[in-house]
């Protein structure tokens, strides 16, 4: 049993575990850091991006100045944005034989793989899972192709070159493999691969493994899941929350007897703790508006915002912030919005509840109706005649590179009364904030990630004792910036085994058996012996038939018959070495003997 | 007993006895005891059953005890004991041989009844009752009932155990009196025989190797040293003590809590606390013994004895500081840090103790903390008091707890691990952070201590319940920094923090918790009471987004907060930091404070902002207030007329808190300590009483005291009855000289007093005039209603005869409700 290691992220997986027969990819995350690197794309001119000085090495060399650009001592690169994918050249991706989505952020790469690489298998994911990914993934495409860009940047990646760069440029890894956004019809036809499946849904692979999703608790539709053959159990552990959040709460229960459980998706800011910072983005959000701010959001079009839009829901009037418009603009905003409403099976028990009264389980649905929340596609159109300020205004995308936030940052960096607070825990909110330096815009730094912290994960682990756990290596020690807290890391026994991006793991764990099934006249026919209280032995001649990784036992063909006296005399013969070997069946083969009995039947 | 009473009584008695009755409940079955206690302890219990010989009648049916409620049976054999306490009626009811019935081997004892940890109960405390003579303990020795107590002491019911124990107790002590022969023999062997059976009993208990009944034994004899101090107990110590001190060569020490217990109670006894008896070894070796968690309890008790040998309190003091030393060690460069808390020779023991696992880390901590926190303001505490380590040590769990302490071992790595995040050491650790402030420390312990503060406040991690905590830990330390020598009110660094502070302050005030917000108001009304005066700090706030914010949360969705807010804005405006914000967009829109007080006054839902609202009025009358000083009377009146609308008790009172203080300023009170105080008659010139009675006319004053008093809430109607008190002694000459205590006005006044008296409130009083006031103040018997008053609300339904009409009432033996029934 192996595993492939793709992607060095430990929230955004990619890992192919290869268990009997079967190659399974678990998730396919995209790591969109890389896009740090590059200047934000502006949905309107801006003249002081297009105005910025290109970079020139210590020498003086300026041949690189149209591809990088230097924004208060950063250096970016001035190109359509691209991302590190997962390793493609580990394993040969055409060999995969189905992906299990686990939830939606963690499907970003399917398209690059499912499209790139011979991909002939099945796409294991949740309905909601499928929707809301199928949502991002149209944000995605949408916020990069509505501004063209007829610049690619490729010069910086040559090897020599990068070496000369300043940091980050120069630690950027695998550059060459940085790809640039797919098309909306690549995602049509990736998402086509997939199959849809329902919570504790077994599903049998090829006969040879059953995969079974699990609810994981942290975003609607997320799941975990259960790889089992019939005496192996390999648990997936991605993206999970004990947090009564709006999703469906996390199924423990059924992790249990793991022989290996491999954990990802543990939250990003182990010492943050979620209450605080909802807490501490409702305080905020209401101090910047009162003095007349406004308030950027920059999030994703689903998951966090539907919790953030119901704690405002209950926060805004105690806080005098009735009359103060809040508005979500993304090209799936309206869709999200109404998703979120439909999946009621997929939800917390209370929002189901809701559903049978029956009133929208989100209480976003009230916002809007008495217009607190108005929703655009984009700030073109409708959303210029209605803008009305201070208002709060919750848009994508997180890493500040595209998408209407852009435009905002350069629309409200420049006043100290606004402010920015970054919600989502994916990007770092300094780099994010570097192209656009200097700002005088208050910045708050409020990461909601409601997923397993490193005291969940203890509990969970001594609650569903698997053998053996594994992890990405940035799980098994304090992080870095604060390494005296040994509580930031996985403490279980046996150490957890960590991978990191582009390594083989052997799990460390050996198959021993396999079921064979007895077909009933042969089982008829067998005539057990005990051979001590409780046991009993039969011999069993048989014809083993495998098909489909389904061993299955059927009587053997009738003898021949018997054509000559030699014959019966060999087989008189072999008569008494099956007493003697009879009672070995159930130990060690004594091998001289073994040999010798092979020697004195020559024609076999 | 009162003849009516007497009456009755055989009826009760019937339907006591009868099983068909419904059993009255426990509550009146206990005031019906507590009546019989008190006939017992007034008289001759022989001659209340001669008198009523119904009660011997209703003993008689515990004889067949499966027939009653055990209810019942339980209380006829406490009824029995209290009886029987007496020694001439415990021979009475001996002679009818009902006692051994009821207590012996015949009553309920074994019976189907007994399974009731009730009847158990019940028959303890009997025993317990009778248990007062010679008597009782003869009675007690043939009856075997010694033997079933010892057994009871292990019951299933905590109350029956625990009640056993005592009973034991008292026999004891009792068994001890009896020879009253002066000082009693020193051995044992010579003791009584009842004594000398349950001091046997003991010993074996001590003995066992069950731990329950080392418990047991220990529990009896520490409830013994601590009620019985007589010399007798210092031999039975004596004797016992060899068999105690064995406990601590076991391994685990049995029994632990309880031996602590028992340890402390001897030591507190004044008969015991020499050193002959070898006490404080074995105070020193238990403290050796017991594990961390188990001495710290005995080690505070030592350290709060009056008199303990020096180098016992240095014990017990170390073993008090050990977690803390540990995790001081933990945290520091160097082992062994100079002017460490206490000794260090322990420590890595108590790192042991601390380590095993997070819950025994936790609370081990919170405990030694709470001592700490208990010791430190008493006078026999240890001196010099270490303030210096213990401020660096609740600094360092602090820090340990927020994750922000760098541990310097793999103890401390540990400690780390168990503490970040723990909420319950955060708010221990800032308790204690909080009493430390009354003491000194290094100028960089100070500046450490409003660090971690300043952390605490400004975490978004810190919960509602910690911040609350912190709040309160800061407004300690900013108290008692010193003030600087060249005037102004705080020290530089004091007012630097309050600077930090203040800009984290708005961002709690927006909390969506609103406990959170709550607590933010609460220290900002406190630190404006303190501080408001002080030019670098109300610059700051006046800066700051405080004023305003507070204002809109006058209008905050949760009424605590609101209340809070009210208080805040009265303090905030009481100090001129209440600038109305000239905003151009409204113009005239807003209105002042007073008004808006006002508003809530009448209009608030709930109850805890108008009682804000009440003393901040009183306050600003106190104070005079520009607002309020611009026009007193009308402000009092319109206060008035709203506080006596309010259906909430405490508004009014305060009302009457109002109009008392605006009573004193009208008067001329000169700050006098007690406002009820006589002054002399010559003191008040009739032609300026009667002139300063006409603004409390004005402002209907007395339409709201006399409404006041005829409240049907007793302290409104007290403290109204004080304030008419205090009027009339200050218009006592006044009266003298007018004398007019009839005329038209005061006719009316008075049948409208009578009429409110009755309940009749519609019907104003009117405008008055001062001489119908003041001869109707003469008129009213306002000693005997203050009297009346000052009975608890429940004297009159609290007699005997009410509690018997009741019991009986609720059988349907009075009859009057029977028809009904059907």
């Known amino acids: ?246 999703p469906q709460p996390m199924d423990q229960a059924s992790l249990k007897n793991s022989d290996v459980l491999v954990l990802t998706g543990l939250t990003q800011i182990p010492t943050a703790n979620p209450d605080g910072m909802v807490g501490e983005f409702c305080s905020n959000l209401a101090l910047t508006v009162r003095n007349g701010g406004n308030v950027l959001v920059p999030c994703y079009p689903s998951g966090v915002i539907y919790d953030l839009l119901e704690c405002l829901y209950q926060y805004i009037d105690s806080a005098g912030l009735s009359n103060i418009p809040f508005y979500f603009i993304s090209p799936v905003a309206n869709s999200s919005l109404e998703f979120s409403q439909i999946f009621a099976e997929w939800l917390c028990h209370n929002k189901q509840t809701k ?234 083969i004594p091998v001289e003997q073994f040999v010798q009995a092979l020697e004195k039947a020559p024609d076999h | 007993m009162d003849p009516e009473c007497s009456q009755l009584l055989p009826a009760l008695c019937a339907v006591l006895a009868d099983p068909r009755q419904p059993v009255a409940d426990d509550t009146c079955l206990e005031k019906l005891l507590d009546w019989f206690k008190t006939i017992a302890d007034a008289g001759s219990s022989l001659l209340l059953l001669q008198e009523n010989p119904c009660l011997v009648t209703l003993l008689c049916p515990v004889l067949k005890p499966q027939d009653l409620s055990p209810r019942v049976l339980a209380f006829l054999l406490r009824l029995a004991g209290i009886l029987a306490a007496q020694e001439d009626c415990f021979q009475h009811l001996q002679q009818g041989d009902l006692l051994p019935r009821l207590f012996g081997e015949a009553g309920p004892l074994g019976g189907a009844a007994w399974t009731a940890p009730t009847v158990r109960s019940g028959w303890i405390q009997g025993l317990c009752s009778l248990t007062q003579h010679p008597s009782a303990l003869c009675f007690l020795a043939h009856s075997g009932a010694v033997d079933t107590i010892f057994s009871l002491q292990g019951d299933s019911s905590l109350f029956v155990a625990s009640a056993a124990g005592q009973l034991l107790v008292h026999i004891l002590g009792l068994s001890m009196q009896a020879p009253a022969e002066g000082h009693p023999s020193l051995q044992p062997a010579h003791w009584p025989a009842c004594a000398q059976k349950i001091v046997g009993h003991i010993e074996e208990s001590l003995r066992a190797t069950a731990t329950p009944q080392v418990t047991q034994a220990l529990n009896v004899l520490t409830t013994m040293f601590s009620h019985c101090h007589d010399p007798w107990t210092q031999v039975l110590w004596v004797h016992l003590s060899p068999l105690v001190a064995c406990l601590l060569e076991k391994d685990p020490v049995p029994a632990a809590h309880s031996l602590v217990d028992l340890l402390l109670s001897v030591a507190r006894s004044p008969v015991l606390s020499s050193s002959s008896c070898g006490l404080w070894d074995t105070l020193a070796q238990t403290l050796s013994r017991l594990r961390a968690s188990q001495a710290g309890p005995l080690a505070l008790g030592i350290l709060k004895l009056q008199e303990c040998p020096k180098a016992l309190r240095a014990q017990a003091f170390a073993v008090l500081l050990q977690p803390l030393t540990c995790v001081l060690e933990a945290t520091t460069q160097a082992p062994g840090l100079p002017g460490s808390v206490g000794g260090t020779a322990d420590a890595p023991l108590t790192a042991g103790m601390l380590l095993p696992s997070k819950a025994a880390c936790v609370g081990l901590l919170c405990q030694t903390l709470a001592h700490l926190e208990l010791l430190q303001p008493l006078p026999q505490r240890p001196s010099p008091w270490p303030w210096a380590p213990l401020l660096s040590a609740a600094v360092t769990i602090l820090r340990l707890c927020n994750g922000s302490a760098t541990p310097t071992s793999d103890t401390g790595t540990h400690l780390c691990a168990f503490l970040a995040g723990c909420v319950r050491v955060q708010r221990a650790a800032l308790d204690f952070l909080g009493t430390l402030s009354q003491g000194t420390g290094p100028q960089e312990l100070v500046t450490q201590v409003f660090a971690i503060l300043l952390e605490y406040l400004t975490s978004p991690d810190s919960s509602p319940t910690v911040l609350k905590k912190a709040f309160q830990a800061t407004l300690q330390w900013l108290q008692s920094s010193p003030k600087p020598s060249g005037g102004g009110d705080l020290e530089p660094h004091a007012q630097l923090f309050l600077r930090e502070l203040l800009p984290v302050l708005p961002k709690r005030l927006c909390s969506p918790c609103w406990d959170v917000r709550d607590s933010g108001l609460e220290f900002l009304t406190q630190t404006v009471r303190r501080w408001g005066g002080q030019a670098g700090f109300r610059h700051a706030l006046l800066a700051s987004e405080v004023p305003e914010l507070t204002e809109q949360l006058l209008r905050d969705p949760e009424s605590y907060v609101r209340a809070s807010a009210v208080a805040a804005m009265g303090q905030l405006s009481s100090r001129g930091l209440h600038i109305i914000p000239a905003s151009p967009g409204h113009p005239g829109a807003q209105q002042s404070l007073l008004e808006e007080l006002l508003h809530i006054l009448s209009t608030d839902s709930e109850g805890f902002p108008r009682r804000a609202v009440m003393q901040v009025f009183t306050q600003w009358l106190r104070d005079s207030h520009a607002d309020v000083a611009a026009d007193t009377e009308h402000f009092v009146a319109r206060v008035l007329r709203v506080a006596s609308q309010d259906l909430d ?130 008129s009213l018997d306002l000693e005997g209603l203050r009297g009346a008053l000052a009975e608890s609300s429940d004297h009159a339904e609290q007699s005997p005869l009410s509690l018997l009409q009741d019991m009986l009432a609720t059988a349907g033996i009075l009859g009057e409700n029977e028809a009904d029934c059907y």
């Open chain 1, 1 to 246: 049993m192996k595993l492939y290691c793709l992607s060095g992220h430990p929230t955004l997986p990619c890992n192919v575990l290869k268990f009997k027969s079967t190659t399974i990819m678990l998730d396919c995350g995209l790591d969109m850091t890389s896009t740090l690197n590059f200047l934000p794309l502006p949905l309107v001119q801006s003249p002081r991006l297009s105005n910025l000085p290109g970079w020139s090495l210590k020498d003086g060399n300026a041949f690189l100045d149209k591809e990088l650009k230097e924004c208060s001592g950063h250096v970016f690169v001035d190109s359509v944005p691209e991302f590190c994918l997962p390793e493609t050249e580990l394993i040969d991706l055409s060999t995969v034989d189905v992906i299990l989505i686990s939830n939606y952020h963690c499907m970003m790469a399917l398209p690059y793989i499912t499209e790139h690489t011979g991909f002939t298998g099945t796409v294991y994911a949740t309905e909601p899972t499928v929707q809301i990914g199928r949502l991002l993934m149209e944000e995605l495409v949408n916020f990069i192709e509505r501004v063209p860009k007829a610049q690619s940047a490729s010069l910086w990646k040559n090897k020599d070159i990068q070496r000369l760069l300043p940091s980050p440029l120069k630690d950027a890894v695998e550059v060459s493999t940085w790809r640039r956004c797919y098309t909306m019809q690549e995602v049509n036809s990736a998402l086509s691969k997939i199959q849809l499946v329902g919570y504790s849904q077994k599903i049998e692979l090829f006969g040879a493994v059953q995969v079974t999703p699990l609810s994981s608790g942290y975003a609607l539709g997320s799941s975990n899941w259960i790889i089992q053959s019939h005496y192996e159990k390999v648990s997936y552990v991605s993206g999970s929350s004990l947090l009564t959040t709006h």
């Open chain 2, 649 to 778: 008790w405490e508004v009014r009172a305060q009302g009457l808190e109002l109009a008392l203080v605006f009573l004193e300023q009208t008067l001329g009170q000169p700050s006098s300590s007690c406002p009820y105080a006589m002054t002399p008659p010559a003191a008040a010139p009739p032609s300026l009483v009667a002139q300063a009675l006409q603004p409390f006319c004005r402002v209907q004053l007395f339409d709201f005291a006399f409404r006041a008093l005829f409240d049907c809430d007793r302290p409104v109607a007290q403290k109204s009855c004080d304030l008419l008190l205090f009027l009339r002694a200050k218009t006592a000459s006044y009266s003298d000289q007018q004398g007019s205590s009839s005329g038209p006005d005061v006719a009316s006044l008075e049948a409208a007093l009578q009429r409110w008296q009755a309940g009749d409130q519609g019907q104003p009083l009117g405008d008055l005039e001062p001489e119908a006031v003041v001869a109707v103040l003469r």
């Open chain 1, 355 to 588: 559903v049978y009264l029956p009133e929208p389980p989100f209480p976003h649905a009230e916002l809007i109706q008495t217009n607190k929340l108005k929703h655009y596609p984009s700030l073109h159109g409708d959303f210029s005649s209605d803008f009305r300020q201070p208002c709060v205004v919750f848009t994508g995308h997180p890493s500040l590179r595209f998408g209407d936030v852009v435009h905002f940052m350069e629309l409200w960096g420049k006043s100290s009364l606004n402010t920015v607070i970054f919600t989502e825990p994916d990007f770092s909110y300094l780099e994010a904030l570097a192209p656009y330096q200097p700002l005088a815009m208050k910045c708050i730094y409020c990461p909601i990630d409601t997923r397993l912290n490193f005291i969940q994960v203890s509990k969970l682990l001594k609650e569903v004792q698997p053998l053996h756990v594994v992890c990405p290596e940035q799980y098994t020690q304090p992080p870095p910036a604060q390494s005296h807290r040994m509580d930031l890391m996985i403490d279980c026994q046996p150490p957890a085994m960590s991978y990191r991006r582009a390594e083989v793991l052997a799990l460390p764990f050996k198959r021993r058996y396999e079921k064979i099934e007895i077909m009933p006249e042969l089982a008829d026919s067998l005539v057990p012996m005990e051979i001590k209280p409780g046991i009993s032995l039969a011999t069993v001649s048989a014809v083993l038939h495998t098909k489909d990784n389904k061993h299955v036992l059927q009587p053997p063909p009738r003898p021949a018959q018997p054509a000559g006296g030699k014959k019966r005399k060999r087989g008189s013969d072999d008569i008494p070495d099956c007493k003697v070997l009879k009672p070995l069946l159930s130990g060690s």
